[in-house]
């Protein structure tokens, strides 16, 4: 099992950038996949980013890929969503979520094993 907990949230204008965080504890982190969803009021949990247990490989929603970023450090226990030019369309719960199966079908969240509790994120104009 691994335990993970989301931070970096907050409220920042349009055209502004925010970095969340997960750190893992418990089993080896560096054995899950991870990835990141968002969720709007109202609206289905929805798919950012996914990376490989390395990091080496990422994925992204296609609306998202040119300015979310995925990264990770397993020293540290930590996956990372970097967020530039922000926009309301964005305000969200994020959450990262670890797949220990190394799901092929990264963007559907009923494949991840764990979640963290999720931050928000609200982006003004």
């Known amino acids: 099992q691994v335990q993970l907990v989301e931070s970096g949230g907050g409220t920042v204008q349009a055209g502004g950038s925010l970095r969340l965080s997960c750190e893992g504890s418990?089993?080896?982190?560096?054995?899950?996949?991870m990835g990141w969803f968002h969720q709007a009021p109202g609206k289905e949990r929805e798919f950012v980013a996914h990376c490989n247990w390395s990091g080496h490989r990422t994925e992204y929603a296609e609306s998202l890929k040119d300015r979310f970023t995925i990264s990770r450090d397993n020293a540290k226990n930590t996956v990372y969503l970097q967020m530039n030019n922000l926009n309301p369309e964005d305000t969200a719960v994020y959450y990262c979520?670890?797949?220990?199966?190394?799901?092929?079908?990264?963007?559907?969240?009923?494949?991840?094993?764990?979640w963290g509790q999720g931050t928000q994120v609200t982006v003004s104009t």
């Open positions: 418990g089993r080896m982190f560096d054995s899950f996949a």
């Open positions: 979520a670890a797949d220990q199966t190394w799901t092929m079908n990264y963007w559907n969240h009923s494949k991840y094993d764990y």
